[in-house]
C-alpha cells in the first residue's frame, strides 16, 4: 500500500510537469535544458504519445506538412586519419589494408556520375591525412579537390569540410580558420557539414575523440562559417556514453550559435540538425564494450528526435533522421516524430557502413519518396538550400501534385523569412 501511495502522486507530478513543458512549447516558447531533460527521463507510453504528438504539431507549424529529399553523393576521398576516434570504423593508417586516397580522376569521375544520376549535391569529407599536401601545405590540396569538382560541374552544390578538417588544415598551415573557411568558400564550396560535433562536451570527447577539436573550438569554427556567409548544418552523434544533461547541453549550444547568428545577422547560419545515433557493431572494442550493444536503440532514438523538435525548432526548422543508422523503417518512424526531411540518396556510404550499420550505402529517389507516401505526407525534391526542385508528389495519391512550398521561410513560419533554405544530408560523416 505504501509504496503504491508513493508511486501514483509521483507519476501524477510528472506528468503534470510534462504537461505544462509541451503546453509552454506550444505556445511558441524556447524550452530550458532541464525542461529537454524531464522530457527524455520519460517512459510512460501515454507521456510518450504527448511529447510525439506536441513534436509533430511543431514540424508542421514550423517545417509544414511536405518531407523533402536531395538527390546527393557522398565522396569520402581518403580513409587515412592521423586521429583515433573511438568509436571510428572508418579510419585507417596509411600503410595497414583497406587504406585509400582517390584519385583526381577517380573524385572526377564519381562527380561525373552523380550527375548523370540526377544529383544537385556533392557531400565531400575524408581522413585527417598529413600527406594529402600540395607543395608541402594542406590547404592547395583542400583547393584542388574542390576544384577537381567545381571546374567541371559548376552547378553542383559542393557540401564539404567538417569543422574538424577546417581545424586540421588551419594546424596544419599554422593559418586561422577564418583564412581557410573563406579560401574554400571562395575556391567553390557552398556549405560545410557541421559534423565532428559528437557531443560538445569535453568530459565526454575526452573519452570518443581525443584528439578531435574541443567544444570551444567547435562552435568557434562553425560560428566564424556563418560570419563568412558559409552555412552549416548541426548534428549530434547520440546513445553511447552521455547523459539527458549532455543531450541537451548540446541542443542549447546548437540553438544559441543560431540565434547569436540571426541576432547579429550573419550571412551564414544552420540549416538544419541532423541526429546521428551511434552504431556500434564494427566501432573499436573499448567503446562498443562500454555502450554494450551493436545498433541504435530506436525508441531511444526517436524520443530524442522529438525533443530536439521541440527544442529547437523555433531556431532550426529543417529535422532530418539518419537512413543509414536507422534504417528506411526506422527514418520513416522519425518522420513522425518531428522530421520534416528524410536525407539524400547518398549513392555511396562508407563512415556509418563501415561501422557496422544496417540501412544501407545507397538510396534511390523511388525509395524516399515511396517511404514519405506511405505516410500520407507530400514529398518533393530540394536542393541544398531547401529550394524546391520539382513538382510535389503528393503523398495520398502518389502521383504529382501542385508545386507547394511549405517549410522554412515561407513567411508563414521561418525565423528568417528570406527565402534561403536549409540543407540536409551529411553524408554520415561522424
Ligand atoms: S571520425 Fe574522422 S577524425 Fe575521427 S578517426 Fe574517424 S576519420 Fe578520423
Known amino acids: 500500500m505504501g509504496k503504491n501511495y508513493q508511486v501514483a502522486p509521483n507519476a501524477k507530478v510528472i506528468s503534470e510537469t510534462v504537461d505544462a513543458i509541451l503546453e509552454s512549447a506550444l505556445t511558441g516558447k524556447d524550452l530550458l535544458p532541464e525542461e529537454g531533460v524531464v522530457l527524455l527521463k520519460q517512459t510512460e507510453s501515454s507521456v510518450l504519445a504527448a511529447i510525439t504528438e506536441t513534436a509533430d504539431q511543431l ?98 552544390h559542393l557540401h564539404a569540410f567538417s569543422p574538424q578538417e577546417v581545424q586540421f588544415i588551419a594546424q596544419q598551415d599554422g593559418l586561422s580558420y577564418g583564412q581557410v573557411i573563406a579560401s574554400l568558400r571562395d575556391a567553390g564550396v557552398d556549405s560545410m557539414p557541421g559534423t565532428a560535433a559528437e557531443i560538445l562536451d569535453d568530459q ?95 525508441t531511444d532514438a526517436l524520443l530524442l528526435t522529438a525533443v530536439a523538435r521541440i527544442f529547437l525548432g523555433n531556431w532550426i526548422p529543417n529535422h532530418q533522421p539518419s537512413w543509414v543508422k536507422l534504417g528506411l523503417a526506422g527514418a520513416k518512424e522519425a518522420l513522425r516524430w518531428g522530421c520534416n526531411d528524410i536525407g539524400g540518396t547518398l549513392m555511396e556510404e562508407h563512415i556509418t557502413s563501415m561501422a557496422g550499420a544496417v540501412g544501407g550505402t545507397c538510396m534511390s529517389v523511388a525509395a524516399l519518396q515511396n517511404t514519405i507516401s506511405s505516410l500520407g505526407r507530400p514529398y518533393q525534391q530540394r536542393d541544398t538550400l531547401y529550394q524546391h526542385l520539382s513538382p510535389m508528389g503528393d503523398g495520398e495519391r502518389g502521383g504529382w501534385g501542385e508545386g507547394g512550398m511549405g517549410g522554412w521561410g515561407d513567411g508563414e513560419m521561418g525565423r528568417w523569412g528570406d527565402g534561403e533554405r536549409g540543407r540536409g544530408g551529411d553524408g554520415e560523416m561522424i
Open 204 to 298: 565526454v570527447r575526452r573519452i570518443l575523440c581525443p584528439e578531435k577539436t574541443n567544444t570551444a573550438s567547435w562552435l568557434e569554427i562553425v560560428s566564424t562559417a556563418h560570419q563568412l556567409g558559409m552555412p552549416t548544418t548541426s548534428t549530434m552523434l547520440s546513445g553511447h556514453i552521455e547523459t539527458p544533461q549532455q543531450q541537451m547541453e548540446h541542443l542549447e549550444k546548437l540553438r544559441s550559435l543560431q540565434q547569436t547568428a540571426h541576432k547579429l545577422g550573419y550571412p551564414g547560419y544552420i540549416t538544419e540538425f541532423i541526429l546521428l545515433p551511434f552504431v556500434g557493431q564494427e566501432a573499436p572494442k573499448p567503446l562498443r564494450s562500454r555502450v554494450g550493444r551493436d545498433q541504435p536503440v530506436l
Open 59 to 156: 514540424r508542421y507549424r514550423q517545417a509544414g506538412d511536405i518531407v523533402t529529399y536531395v538527390v546527393n553523393r557522398n565522396i569520402n576521398f581518403t580513409n587515412i586519419c592521423q586521429q583515433h576516434c573511438s568509436f571510428c570504423a572508418f579510419r585507417r593508417d596509411a600503410d595497414t589494408e583497406g587504406a585509400y586516397w582517390l584519385e583526381w580522376e577517380q573524385i572526377q569521375a564519381k562527380a561525373a556520375e552523380a550527375v548523370r544520376l540526377g544529383a544537385t549535391e556533392i557531400c565531400m569529407q575524408g581522413g585527417l591525412n598529413p600527406e594529402a599536401k600540395i607543395n608541402a601545405a594542406s590547404l592547395p590540396y583542400y583547393l584542388q579537390l574542390v576544384k577537381t569538382i567545381k571546374d567541371e560541374f559548376p552547378q553542383l
